[in-house]
Each structure stands twice: as C-alpha cells, then as structure tokens.
C-alpha cells in the first residue's frame, strides 16, 4: 500500500458521509481480496482509523493498554488469514462495512481504497495463455485518461519552453501548497500518495456538491471530527480526479473529463498542481498534449516510456531488452531500430525471415524478450512477446491530389481494439500487412495514440 499524507478542504480526514456508502461499497468489491486484507491490517494501524473502530473487544475497553492490547489480537487475525482461503471477499467486505467500522468509512479510508484499486489494476500481472487474454485483463480502469506535458519556461521573455522532469515530491509541503492553490475552487476532500516501490506520486480530489459545499461553508471552522451535525447531507458530486506524477518524468497523467463541470475541475487540479511545483524564478507549465483518452493506464506509461523494449514489457517491468531500466519515463526520443542494418546478419530462411523482420518492425530487436505466460518457472511454459497495450490509434494521412489543383484530400483511420499493435503484427504474419514496407506508424516503432501523416511526413497529434 502507498504511504498517505492528505489536507482537507474543510473536511477532515475521519469525516463520514452517509450519502459516500454506496460509493466506497463498489470500491471495496473491486478490490482483490488480498489487497482488502492488506488495507484492514494498514487501518489497524493507523490512530484515526482506530478510534472510529466499533469491534466490540476494543471499543468497550476504557483503559488505553488493554484497547491496545485488543486491537493487536484483531490485527494477528486478519495477518493469519492472507495464507488462507476463507474468509471471501464478500465476506470480508460485510465484515469491514457491517463489523469493525458499521458508521461508515472515512474520507481517507475510501480514499486510500480507491487508489489501492487505482494501482492493483495497473500492477494487475496476465495468466492467459494467449495475448488477447493478457489484453483483456491489464490495466484497465473506471476512468478514462489522458496526459499532459510539464515544462519550465527558460526565463526569458519568448523564450521556448523545455522538458521538466519531476524528480522528487515531499507529501506534506506539496499538499499544502497544492490545497491553497485548488481553494476556493473547489471544497471537499484532496490526499496524496506516494507508491512505496515505484516511481509514482498521485494525488486524488473528491469533489463535493454544491448545496454540500454551502453546508460547509455554514459550519465553517466549526467541523472538527465525523460527529459534527448538520454534515449528513454531504455526498459526492462526481467522480474523483486522479493526478499521477511518474517521478524523474516530463509528464503528468490524469483523468479525461467527458462532462463541461468535469472539465472545469480537472482544469483547476493541473493549475493546482503548476503552482504547486513552480518556485521563484522557475515557473512551471502544464500543457494538454492532443492523445485519445483511454482506460488503459498501461497505454499511458508504455507510450511516454523511454526504451521500446520496457514499453513492450509493460510499464513497472525493471529490465527490458536484458539491461536494467530504472528511469521508467524520460524526455528523450524512443529508440528506434534500422532496419537493413539489422536484416544484413540475421535473415537466412524465408522463414525465418519473416519472423525476424517482423520482429525487428514491431520490437526493435530479431529475437526479443519473451516473456511467461504462467507464474510458475517451469521450462516447457508457453512463453510470448507482449507489446505496450494500445487500445486506439487515430491518424489522419493528407496527400496532394495528383491533378495539380491544390487539393489536399484527408483519409482518417481509427485502429480499435484490445491491443492495436499486437493485432497488426498478427497481421504481417497473415501476410496482409507486408513488414517489410509498412511505415513506422503502423509498428510500434513510432505508438502513439493519435498522428498526422502529411505527404509521408509523421507528426504525433491531429493537426
């Protein structure tokens, strides 16, 4: 689980809704079991949790060292049961809801819940036996997302911008200053957290209603704890909106806005988050880069990825092409084979030849990285290439017509499916798509997810 630090728009972090429980009650079932487990044994640990905490061996006890001594005995019940089968899933979220926490689940305990399920899917790892099975279950998220670049102006007056790679964000300066910045925006509940392994920072903002925010507004510095009055009508008004920061990255990732008012929020977080990182003399700006949204968070990473052969592996993969690669996103272009000079001392066998050309068009390499599709470590398991899990890609080709008339006709393709690339490799192997002239667009050696091609000329992005 990441590590949590939050602020509160007027709302503290133990502040219950009851009009919140049918949300964090989808969250908790689209949570894997393991993960509920692991969640139950971090609140068990954690103060504010506690004392909201209504199991009956801990709350009836009035002395401290034997309520502490009962919530240790609760915690060595849930710590057994990570290696057993029972209880299910369902059982355990009735016994989270209906048991240990029956008034409701705080704003940071759905909070911490939501991102949990934001990172298990996109650490969610394949079993299928095919690459459609391991299209269908990576990466996919209830919200739709895009990206943005971040860059830093060079301090001149029109002078161009460059990359801005984020290296480091300490959680409770950053929050601070990005709640001041958000207020009086938007009001309900912001909390940041940082992934205990992987380079990712995120940051997730619950908005509340209008009428709720009046409410508040009301009460004003008198909320201090979820027993206040007069808060029971407080509910969500949207989805939340997620920021994740890849850490030594020139990109920020965040949720697509498909509604004018959501629009308008996530507009707002990313200033947020400009005024945020920027100090004196080195101003930060956060500019909309023209990609289709997608649920897939893997698409994002892979496609703002460095090297082809991470990309190919999936974005927390530590080694591609067999080096280590702990920079998982850089500013600097995607390697990208030549072709000939790698066909020169390869290709033998017509066979042969196909196979290592096409490998060569779509990763990079003759004989690339395999990787198991079972989690065991037998020799026999079937083993298969995956690629960067692109779910759309749209390009737009213009050619001059060749009358001589000026006419510059325009043919839009929309390439949809589970896994874009890997259904074009498919493809060259059926000999529809010939690898050896197919443009870089149509291989994973230029991805992207939208692209103009003007008179042969590629450009990421619709112009």
């Not at 008198?222 to 030594?248: C, E």
């Not at 990473?301 to 690669?325: C, D, I, N, Q, Y």
Request: with cysteine; charged share 20%.
């Amino acid at each position: 689980m990441p590590t949590t630090r939050s602020a509160a728009q007027f709302l503290p972090d133990n502040y219950i809704s009851k009009a919140y429980s049918e949300q964090y009650n989808k969250v908790l079932h689209a949570l894997p079991r393991n993960t509920l487990l692991r969640l139950v044994q971090d609140w068990l640990q954690d103060s504010r949790f506690i004392a909201l905490l209504h199991w009956p061996t801990v709350y009836t006890q009035t002395n401290t060292r034997d309520q502490n001594r009962a919530v240790k005995i609760l915690l060595a019940q849930y710590q057994k049961m990570e290696g057993h089968k029972s209880p299910t899933k369902r059982n355990l979220v009735q016994n989270i809801i209906y048991d240990l926490w029956p008034d409701g689940l705080s704003l940071m305990q759905v909070a911490q819940a939501d991102v949990a399920r934001f990172l298990d899917r996109v650490n969610k790892k394949s079993r299928g036996p095919t690459p459609e099975t391991i299209s269908n279950t990576s990466g996919q998220l209830p919200h739709a997302w895009t990206y943005s670049a971040v860059s830093v102006a060079s301090g001149s007056l029109g002078a161009p911008l460059r990359p801005y790679t984020v290296s480091h964000i300490e959680p409770g300066p950053f929050l601070a200053r990005f709640c001041e910045a958000l207020y009086p925006i938007i009001c309900g509940h912001v909390s940041a957290h940082q992934h205990p392994t992987e380079s990712l920072f995120v940051v997730r903002i619950q908005v509340f209603e209008e009428q709720s925010i009046t409410n508040i507004r009301k009460i004003g510095t008198r909320l201090k704890s979820s027993r206040d009055s007069g808060l029971g009508r407080i509910k969500a008004d949207l989805a939340p909106v997620f920021l994740a920061v890849p850490l030594s990255s020139s990109y920020v990732l965040h949720t697509f806005p498909r509604r004018a008012v959501a629009k308008a929020y996530v507009t707002a977080a990313l200033n947020a988050l400009t005024a945020a990182l920027s100090r004196v003399r080195r101003p930060i700006i956060v500019t909309s880069v023209d990609a289709l949204p997608t649920k897939s968070l893997e698409c994002l990473l892979s496609l703002t990825s460095v090297a082809r052969g991470s990309a190919s592996l999936g974005p927390w993969s530590k080694f591609g092409a067999g080096t280590a690669e702990p920079r998982i996103f850089s500013k600097k272009r995607k390697k990208q084979s030549t072709v000939q000079k790698l066909l020169d001392g390869y290709l033998q066998t017509p066979q042969t030849k196909k196979r290592r050309l096409i490998n060569i068009r779509f990763h990079g390499e003759p004989e690339p990285p395999q990787k198991k599709t079972n989690q065991d470590d037998d020799d026999d398991d079937e083993v298969i290439v995956t690629h960067a899990k692109i779910p759309t890609f749209e390009v737009k080709i213009k050619e001059p017509y060749r009358g001589g008339s000026g006419f510059l006709p325009t043919l839009t393709t929309r390439f949809e499916g589970t896994n874009v690339y890997q259904g074009l490799e498919m493809l060259a192997y059926a000999g529809v798509l010939d690898a050896q002239r197919a443009p870089k667009w149509l291989t994973e050696q230029q991805a992207t997810t939208t692209a103009t091609v003007t008179n042969g000329k590629f450009t990421i992005g619709i112009k």
